[in-house]
Protein backbone atom coordinates (compact mmCIF):
# COMPACT_ATOMS: atom_id res chain seq x y z
CA UNK A 1 0.00 0.00 0.00
CA UNK A 2 3.00 2.23 1.11
CA UNK A 3 4.37 1.79 -2.65
CA UNK A 4 1.05 2.65 -3.95
CA UNK A 5 0.84 5.83 -2.47
CA UNK A 6 4.73 6.46 -3.02
CA UNK A 7 3.80 5.55 -6.93
CA UNK A 8 0.83 8.55 -6.64
CA UNK A 9 3.01 10.96 -4.76
CA UNK A 10 5.70 10.51 -7.54
CA UNK A 11 2.53 11.02 -10.80
CA UNK A 12 1.21 13.72 -9.01
CA UNK A 13 4.74 15.72 -8.46
CA UNK A 14 5.90 15.09 -12.33
CA UNK A 15 2.42 16.03 -13.15
CA UNK A 16 2.93 19.39 -11.46
CA UNK A 17 6.45 19.86 -12.57
CA UNK A 18 5.07 19.64 -15.79
CA UNK A 19 2.29 21.99 -15.33
CA UNK A 20 4.59 24.54 -14.12
CA UNK A 21 7.29 23.91 -17.04
CA UNK A 22 4.40 24.80 -19.67
CA UNK A 23 4.84 28.20 -20.65
CA UNK A 24 1.86 30.50 -20.75
CA UNK A 25 3.09 31.58 -24.09
CA UNK A 26 3.64 30.08 -27.63
CA UNK A 27 7.40 31.07 -28.04
CA UNK A 28 10.03 28.11 -29.33
CA UNK A 29 13.74 28.29 -27.87
CA UNK A 30 15.66 31.74 -28.98
CA UNK A 31 12.16 33.91 -30.05
CA UNK A 32 10.30 36.29 -28.32
CA UNK A 33 7.11 37.57 -29.26
CA UNK A 34 7.99 35.88 -32.64
CA UNK A 35 11.21 37.91 -33.53
CA UNK A 36 14.20 35.52 -33.33
CA UNK A 37 16.39 36.64 -30.44
CA UNK A 38 19.23 33.81 -30.81
CA UNK A 39 21.11 33.94 -27.23
CA UNK A 40 20.02 37.05 -26.19
CA UNK A 41 18.11 37.24 -22.70
CA UNK A 42 14.82 38.74 -23.83
CA UNK A 43 12.37 38.18 -20.39
CA UNK A 44 10.23 41.04 -21.86
CA UNK A 45 8.80 43.68 -24.38
CA UNK A 46 11.27 46.46 -23.40
CA UNK A 47 14.48 43.84 -23.68
CA UNK A 48 13.68 42.50 -27.29
CA UNK A 49 13.05 46.49 -28.31
CA UNK A 50 16.42 47.03 -27.06
CA UNK A 51 17.91 44.17 -29.07
CA UNK A 52 16.12 45.25 -32.33
CA UNK A 53 16.06 48.39 -32.48
CA UNK A 54 19.25 51.28 -33.67
CA UNK A 55 19.68 54.84 -34.10
CA UNK A 56 21.64 56.34 -36.98
CA UNK A 57 22.85 59.38 -37.35
CA UNK A 58 21.02 61.82 -35.48
CA UNK A 59 19.41 60.68 -32.64
CA UNK A 60 15.14 61.05 -32.57
CA UNK A 61 13.16 60.80 -29.07
CA UNK A 62 10.42 58.75 -30.80
CA UNK A 63 10.84 55.18 -29.63
CA UNK A 64 9.53 51.85 -30.28
CA UNK A 65 7.81 50.57 -27.83
CA UNK A 66 6.39 47.23 -29.29
CA UNK A 67 8.19 44.76 -32.08
CA UNK A 68 6.54 41.69 -33.14
CA UNK A 69 6.94 38.79 -35.53
CA UNK A 70 5.31 36.31 -37.53
CA UNK A 71 5.61 34.81 -40.66
CA UNK A 72 4.01 35.47 -44.06
CA UNK A 73 4.80 32.31 -46.42
CA UNK A 74 8.31 31.81 -45.55
CA UNK A 75 9.23 35.48 -44.99
CA UNK A 76 9.56 37.19 -41.35
CA UNK A 77 6.73 39.77 -41.37
CA UNK A 78 7.53 42.40 -38.93
CA UNK A 79 4.92 45.05 -36.76
CA UNK A 80 6.60 48.10 -35.14
CA UNK A 81 5.24 50.68 -32.58
CA UNK A 82 6.77 53.55 -32.90
CA UNK A 83 5.90 56.09 -29.93
CA UNK A 84 5.97 60.25 -30.19
CA UNK A 85 5.14 61.10 -26.19
CA UNK A 86 6.13 64.60 -26.88
CA UNK A 87 3.68 67.59 -27.58
CA UNK A 88 5.15 68.15 -31.26
CA UNK A 89 5.12 66.39 -33.86
CA UNK A 90 8.06 64.85 -34.85
CA UNK A 91 9.38 63.84 -38.17
CA UNK A 92 11.86 60.42 -38.68
CA UNK A 93 13.34 58.55 -40.84
CA UNK A 94 13.47 54.13 -40.42
CA UNK A 95 14.60 51.31 -42.44
CA UNK A 96 14.80 47.47 -41.51
CA UNK A 97 18.21 45.57 -41.73
CA UNK A 98 18.24 42.19 -42.75
CA UNK A 99 20.27 39.63 -41.30
CA UNK A 100 20.84 36.16 -42.50
CA UNK A 101 21.57 33.19 -40.59
CA UNK A 102 25.11 33.58 -40.08
CA UNK A 103 24.71 37.27 -39.04
CA UNK A 104 25.58 38.45 -42.17
CA UNK A 105 23.41 40.61 -44.53
CA UNK A 106 20.85 38.91 -46.21
CA UNK A 107 19.92 42.11 -48.47
CA UNK A 108 21.53 45.12 -49.66
CA UNK A 109 20.82 48.16 -47.22
CA UNK A 110 17.33 49.65 -47.67
CA UNK A 111 16.27 53.07 -48.56
CA UNK A 112 15.70 55.42 -45.59
CA UNK A 113 11.54 55.82 -45.37
CA UNK A 114 10.24 59.59 -44.47
CA UNK A 115 7.85 59.06 -41.09
CA UNK A 116 5.68 61.56 -39.76
CA UNK A 117 4.12 60.91 -35.92
CA UNK A 118 1.13 63.29 -34.40
CA UNK A 119 2.40 64.61 -31.41
CA UNK A 120 1.14 61.91 -28.02
CA UNK A 121 0.35 59.43 -31.10
CA UNK A 122 1.58 56.09 -31.70
CA UNK A 123 2.52 54.89 -35.32
CA UNK A 124 2.73 51.51 -36.29
CA UNK A 125 4.85 50.41 -39.24
CA UNK A 126 5.42 46.65 -40.58
CA UNK A 127 7.66 45.56 -42.99
CA UNK A 128 8.12 41.98 -44.49
CA UNK A 129 11.52 40.41 -45.10
CA UNK A 130 12.30 40.35 -49.02
CA UNK A 131 13.84 37.43 -48.94
CA UNK A 132 13.54 34.11 -47.11
CA UNK A 133 17.57 33.67 -46.26
CA UNK A 134 16.38 37.08 -43.74
CA UNK A 135 15.79 35.36 -40.77
CA UNK A 136 16.77 38.26 -38.41
CA UNK A 137 16.61 42.03 -38.53
CA UNK A 138 17.35 45.75 -36.94
CA UNK A 139 14.89 48.41 -36.87
CA UNK A 140 16.94 51.93 -37.50
CA UNK A 141 15.72 55.35 -36.47
CA UNK A 142 16.78 58.66 -37.63
CA UNK A 143 15.85 61.83 -36.75
CA UNK A 144 14.88 64.33 -39.65
CA UNK A 145 14.31 67.60 -37.53
CA UNK B 1 38.13 106.25 -62.15
CA UNK B 2 39.66 104.75 -59.03
CA UNK B 3 36.55 103.21 -57.64
CA UNK B 4 36.00 101.39 -60.87
CA UNK B 5 39.39 99.55 -60.47
CA UNK B 6 38.23 98.78 -56.89
CA UNK B 7 35.06 97.16 -57.97
CA UNK B 8 36.91 95.32 -60.60
CA UNK B 9 39.57 94.11 -58.20
CA UNK B 10 36.23 93.17 -55.59
CA UNK B 11 34.39 90.99 -58.48
CA UNK B 12 37.95 89.20 -59.30
CA UNK B 13 38.84 88.00 -55.39
CA UNK B 14 34.82 86.98 -55.41
CA UNK B 15 34.91 84.88 -58.24
CA UNK B 16 38.47 83.69 -56.92
CA UNK B 17 37.59 82.34 -53.90
CA UNK B 18 33.71 81.06 -54.84
CA UNK B 19 34.74 77.14 -55.63
CA UNK B 20 32.93 74.66 -56.50
CA UNK B 21 32.81 71.27 -54.70
CA UNK B 22 31.71 67.89 -55.56
CA UNK B 23 31.31 65.11 -53.36
CA UNK B 24 29.58 61.23 -53.54
CA UNK B 25 26.13 61.22 -51.38
CA UNK B 26 24.16 58.37 -49.57
CA UNK B 27 22.10 57.35 -52.79
CA UNK B 28 19.34 56.01 -50.34
CA UNK B 29 19.37 59.03 -48.34
CA UNK B 30 16.42 61.10 -48.14
CA UNK B 31 16.05 63.76 -50.71
CA UNK B 32 14.13 66.66 -50.12
CA UNK B 33 15.82 69.00 -53.09
CA UNK B 34 12.36 69.88 -54.54
CA UNK B 35 8.61 68.30 -54.10
CA UNK B 36 8.76 66.95 -57.04
CA UNK B 37 8.91 63.01 -57.61
CA UNK B 38 12.10 62.35 -56.60
CA UNK B 39 14.48 58.99 -55.43
CA UNK B 40 12.96 58.64 -52.40
CA UNK B 41 9.69 58.47 -53.67
CA UNK B 42 10.74 56.31 -56.52
CA UNK B 43 13.08 53.81 -53.86
CA UNK B 44 10.38 53.23 -51.30
CA UNK B 45 7.20 53.22 -54.14
CA UNK B 46 9.61 49.91 -55.67
CA UNK B 47 10.71 48.73 -52.33
CA UNK B 48 6.65 48.56 -50.82
CA UNK B 49 5.47 47.42 -54.22
CA UNK B 50 7.48 44.52 -54.44
CA UNK B 51 7.81 43.28 -50.74
CA UNK B 52 3.74 43.43 -50.97
CA UNK B 53 3.58 41.65 -54.64
CA UNK B 54 5.82 38.50 -52.84
CA UNK B 55 2.97 38.08 -50.40
CA UNK B 56 0.38 37.43 -53.25
CA UNK B 57 -1.39 34.52 -53.19
CA UNK B 58 0.08 33.47 -56.87
CA UNK B 59 3.38 33.83 -55.79
CA UNK B 60 3.62 32.77 -52.34
CA UNK B 61 2.10 29.36 -54.41
CA UNK B 62 5.87 28.61 -54.74
CA UNK B 63 5.62 27.87 -58.72
CA UNK B 64 7.74 30.63 -59.65
CA UNK B 65 4.92 32.25 -61.44
CA UNK B 66 6.04 34.16 -64.99
CA UNK B 67 4.97 37.27 -64.97
CA UNK B 68 6.17 40.42 -67.99
CA UNK B 69 6.04 43.71 -67.37
CA UNK B 70 4.08 46.35 -68.84
CA UNK B 71 3.55 50.51 -68.93
CA UNK B 72 2.89 51.99 -65.75
CA UNK B 73 0.65 55.25 -66.99
CA UNK B 74 1.99 58.81 -65.94
CA UNK B 75 -1.48 60.60 -64.94
CA UNK B 76 1.02 63.16 -63.12
CA UNK B 77 1.60 66.41 -64.56
CA UNK B 78 5.00 66.12 -64.00
CA UNK B 79 7.86 64.14 -66.43
CA UNK B 80 8.15 60.99 -64.34
CA UNK B 81 10.50 57.86 -65.83
CA UNK B 82 7.76 55.00 -64.80
CA UNK B 83 10.00 52.40 -66.57
CA UNK B 84 12.70 53.27 -63.63
CA UNK B 85 10.22 52.32 -61.29
CA UNK B 86 8.99 49.08 -62.69
CA UNK B 87 12.52 48.16 -63.66
CA UNK B 88 12.55 48.70 -59.43
CA UNK B 89 10.31 46.41 -58.93
CA UNK B 90 11.10 43.70 -61.20
CA UNK B 91 14.81 44.17 -59.95
CA UNK B 92 13.64 43.26 -56.05
CA UNK B 93 11.19 40.57 -57.21
CA UNK B 94 14.01 38.99 -58.91
CA UNK B 95 16.46 39.24 -56.63
CA UNK B 96 13.86 37.40 -54.38
CA UNK B 97 13.67 34.71 -56.18
CA UNK B 98 9.79 33.87 -56.27
CA UNK B 99 8.83 35.16 -59.50
CA UNK B 100 10.44 34.64 -62.80
CA UNK B 101 10.12 37.70 -65.90
CA UNK B 102 9.43 36.77 -69.58
CA UNK B 103 10.49 39.58 -71.98
CA UNK B 104 7.85 42.55 -72.27
CA UNK B 105 7.14 44.50 -75.27
CA UNK B 106 9.86 46.91 -75.03
CA UNK B 107 12.47 44.18 -75.30
CA UNK B 108 10.78 42.06 -77.40
CA UNK B 109 12.25 43.42 -80.64
CA UNK B 110 15.69 42.77 -79.19
CA UNK B 111 14.76 39.51 -78.43
CA UNK B 112 13.50 38.79 -81.89
CA UNK B 113 16.54 40.34 -83.29
CA UNK B 114 19.08 38.04 -81.46
CA UNK B 115 17.20 34.70 -82.47
CA UNK B 116 17.34 35.69 -85.86
CA UNK B 117 21.10 36.41 -85.71
CA UNK B 118 21.60 33.32 -84.51
CA UNK B 119 19.56 31.56 -87.04
CA UNK B 120 22.10 33.08 -89.70
CA UNK B 121 25.30 30.96 -91.28
CA UNK B 122 27.68 32.56 -88.83
CA UNK B 123 26.47 30.09 -85.77
CA UNK B 124 26.40 26.49 -84.98
CA UNK B 125 23.38 24.76 -85.80
CA UNK B 126 22.65 22.64 -83.04
CA UNK B 127 23.68 25.33 -80.39
CA UNK B 128 21.70 28.55 -81.94
CA UNK B 129 18.18 28.92 -80.49
CA UNK B 130 15.03 27.60 -82.16
CA UNK B 131 12.01 29.54 -82.78
CA UNK B 132 8.74 28.75 -81.06
CA UNK B 133 10.74 28.49 -77.80
CA UNK B 134 10.47 31.40 -75.75
CA UNK B 135 7.46 31.18 -72.75
CA UNK B 136 4.72 33.06 -72.29
CA UNK B 137 4.16 35.16 -69.14
CA UNK B 138 1.26 33.92 -67.00
CA UNK B 139 0.63 37.25 -65.49
CA UNK B 140 1.31 40.64 -66.16
CA UNK B 141 2.20 43.89 -64.12
CA UNK B 142 0.39 47.26 -64.61
CA UNK B 143 -0.09 50.39 -62.69
CA UNK B 144 -0.33 53.69 -62.74
CA UNK B 145 0.74 56.81 -61.00
CA UNK B 146 -1.76 60.29 -60.46
CA UNK B 147 -1.34 63.21 -58.37
CA UNK B 148 -2.94 66.02 -56.80
CA UNK B 149 -1.28 68.86 -56.36
CA UNK B 150 -2.38 72.10 -54.46
CA UNK B 151 -0.51 75.47 -54.22
CA UNK B 152 -1.40 78.33 -52.05
CA UNK B 153 0.84 81.50 -51.69
CA UNK B 154 3.83 80.09 -50.27
CA UNK B 155 2.74 76.36 -49.26
CA UNK B 156 2.93 73.68 -52.52
CA UNK B 157 1.25 70.31 -51.74
CA UNK B 158 1.94 67.50 -53.51
CA UNK B 159 0.13 63.92 -53.00
CA UNK B 160 1.18 61.01 -54.90
CA UNK B 161 -0.54 58.05 -55.59
CA UNK B 162 0.96 54.44 -57.17
CA UNK B 163 -1.43 51.53 -58.03
CA UNK B 164 0.03 48.60 -59.34
CA UNK B 165 -2.01 45.84 -60.50
CA UNK B 166 -0.86 41.59 -61.10
CA UNK B 167 -3.63 40.17 -63.91
CA UNK B 168 -3.77 36.76 -64.53
CA UNK B 169 -3.56 36.82 -68.60
CA UNK B 170 -5.44 33.66 -69.17
CA UNK B 171 -8.60 34.44 -67.15
CA UNK B 172 -8.20 37.84 -66.56
CA UNK B 173 -9.00 38.23 -62.96
CA UNK B 174 -7.12 40.49 -60.66
CA UNK B 175 -4.88 38.17 -58.71
CA UNK B 176 -3.31 41.62 -56.37
CA UNK B 177 -3.05 45.27 -56.64
CA UNK B 178 -1.69 47.56 -54.09
CA UNK B 179 -1.44 51.38 -53.85
CA UNK B 180 1.49 53.63 -52.17
CA UNK B 181 0.56 57.27 -51.41
CA UNK B 182 3.29 60.12 -50.77
CA UNK B 183 2.30 63.84 -49.43
CA UNK B 184 5.24 66.37 -49.68
CA UNK B 185 4.79 69.56 -48.55
CA UNK B 186 6.83 72.70 -49.37
CA UNK B 187 6.43 76.19 -47.70
CA UNK B 188 8.50 78.83 -48.79
CA UNK B 189 10.14 81.60 -46.72
Not at chain 1, 23 to 44: I, L, R, W
Not at chain 1, 65 to 84: F, H, P, W
Not at chain 2, 24 to 53: C, W
Amino acid sequence: MKAVWTMVALLAAVFVAAGCATKKGFEQPGFAFGCPVGEAKVGSMDDLVKVKTASEGRRTTIQATEVRCTKSGDLLKIDANLNNDSSSTKRIAYKFRWIDREGMRAWEEETWKPLLIYNNSNMMINAVAPTSKAVDFRLILMSQE
Amino acid sequence: MKSILVLIAAAVLAAGCAHEQTRYGDARAIETVSNQFGSTDLQVIAEAMARSMQQAPVIVAGNLPIVTVQEVKNKTSEYIDTRAITDSIRAELQKGGKVRFAVDAPGMTQQVDEIKRQQTEYYAKEQAVEKGQMIGAQYRMEGNITSIVKQVKDVKDVYYKFNLQLWNIRNGLLEWSDEKEIRKTTTKG
